[in-house]
């Protein structure tokens, strides 16, 4: 069957076209790191503590732990498309509500729980869909890009917030330009009819995913995912915080560039030039190789020292830009018969975002932001020591995007 014919009939959509639906729903996704990036205006608007404002990443990743796995059912139910419909209105709706009036953090809180629902159902049901809706020869290439277009939306974040506030605009006005890209990929999305062939597998359920917990390194990659995600955004939160009050920079402009911008910017390099290093080095070795960087990184970051900061915040970015894919495959080289259980607890263990960057707010309001950079640097050993003893074992070059 030609990949632009649907089998479910609908109305006749080119190829092309169809991919550029779903890769508009990847740009969405990029969204939720925005979220960090709305953490030190957040605080300086509303007037809350370190640890208050820690929630909004909190809000917006508890629902990873909440949707994962039920999200993967629904899928493998439903359809891929339903699940993705059904991410990006309950993502609409939540960019609706501060476009609408944000006059109280509860409005803001409630805005990013919304944004966290949705996100985990357009993660479950992005990578099934592409393969639907593209040929066979285009899928790996249509994937790669889309994760990149994904890296995108995480950039727009920081930079549109930093041009608004420059053109006078109030930083939360990002909502309604965000709304109005989701808006369109929702209403591409519903045009969209895919010939979807995954209904079949035997869907993800929570007991099966927990009872692989038992499997040491199984365990041990779930729980460097955890501190990798809470990592990161615990970088993307407090980096323009720290910027503006160790080095003066404004928190409306330079911070924010300087800070999670320039974190982004290096995650979508170094996701591009990873593709090229695993062309010709083993997975496990560029997996320690990433996670020395990433160590520099933050080290760089916590010198105190001013001329180090930007360049800290660039090896982080190139640092952690495939630890999860590296790790995953680990994972799945392990056990590939459960490789749909593991795909749902992995996404479980993206909660890490939701407890690093209160605890880093915590920290901060006690002892000063540059030291609750030793948070981040605490999961950054971590996975260190996880490349090391992964070394040892046999890992497929195999990475899952």
């Known amino acids: 069957?030609?990949?632009?014919?649907?089998?479910?009939?609908?109305?006749?959509?080119?190829?092309?076209?169809?991919?550029?639906?779903?890769?508009?729903?990847?740009?969405?996704?990029?969204?939720?790191?925005?979220?960090?990036?709305?953490?030190?205006?957040?605080?300086?608007?509303?007037?809350?503590?370190?640890?208050?404002?820690?929630?909004?990443?909190?809000?917006?990743?508890?629902?990873?732990?909440?949707?994962?796995?039920?999200?993967?059912?629904?899928?493998?139910?439903?359809?891929?498309?339903?699940?993705?419909?059904?991410?990006?209105?309950?993502?609409?709706?939540?960019?609706?509500?501060p476009s609408i009036s944000l006059t109280h953090y509860s409005t803001l809180v409630f805005a990013i729980f919304f944004i966290g629902v949705g996100m985990p159902l357009l993660q479950v049901a992005r990578n099934p869909i592409m393969r639907d809706v593209s040929a066979p020869e285009r899928y790996a290439r249509n994937l790669t890009f889309a994760q990149f277009i994904k890296s995108l939306g995480s950039i727009a974040g920081p930079y549109a917030t930093t041009a608004l506030v420059a053109i006078g605009l109030a930083w939360s006005r990002i909502f309604p330009m965000f709304a109005a890209v989701t808006l369109a990929a929702l209403l591409s999305t519903l045009a969209l009819r895919a010939d979807e062939r995954g209904r079949a597998e035997r869907p993800a359920s929570l007991p099966g995913s927990l009872a692989l917990l038992k499997d040491p390194m199984v365990a041990a990659c779930v729980t460097g995912i955890f501190l990798y995600v809470g990592a990161e955004v615990g970088l993307n939160s407090w980096l323009a915080t720290l910027l503006s009050t160790t080095h003066g920079m404004d928190l409306g402009s330079e911070a924010t560039r300087l800070g999670p911008g320039l974190f982004f910017?290096?995650?979508?390099?170094?996701?591009?030039?990873?593709?090229?290093?695993?062309?010709?080095?083993?997975?496990?070795?560029?997996?320690?190789?990433?996670t020395l960087v990433s160590l520099a990184g933050v080290l760089a970051i916590l010198s105190g020292s001013r001329t180090a900061a930007a360049p800290g915040v660039a090896i982080c970015g190139l640092g952690f830009a495939n630890v999860w894919p590296l790790i995953f495959s680990i994972v799945v080289e392990r056990r590939p018969e459960r490789a749909g259980e593991l795909s749902g607890l992995m996404c479980t263990a993206i909660l890490g975002g939701a407890a690093v960057p209160p605890l880093m707010g915590v920290i901060g309001d006690r002892a000063g932001t540059r030291w609750s950079f030793l948070v981040p640097l605490a999961c950054v050993i971590y996975l260190v020591l996880l490349a090391l003893v992964t070394r040892g074992g046999r890992v497929s070059r195999s990475i899952e995007v």
């Open 1 to 97: 069957m030609p990949p632009s014919t649907p089998r479910n009939g609908g109305p006749h959509v080119p190829a092309n076209a169809r991919v550029l639906a779903i890769v508009l729903a990847f740009f969405v996704m990029g969204f939720v790191d925005a979220v960090g990036t709305l953490v030190g205006f957040a605080r300086q608007q509303f007037g809350i503590s370190g640890g208050v404002a820690g929630l909004l990443p909190f809000f917006g990743f508890i629902a990873f732990a909440l949707v994962s796995v039920p999200a993967g059912v629904l899928a493998a139910r439903r359809g891929s498309r339903i699940v993705m419909l059904l991410g990006l209105g309950i993502v609409l709706l939540g960019q609706l509500l």
């Open 265 to 290: 910017v290096c995650l979508a390099v170094g996701r591009l030039a990873g593709s090229l290093i695993l062309g010709f080095m083993r997975p496990r070795d560029f997996l320690l190789l990433t």
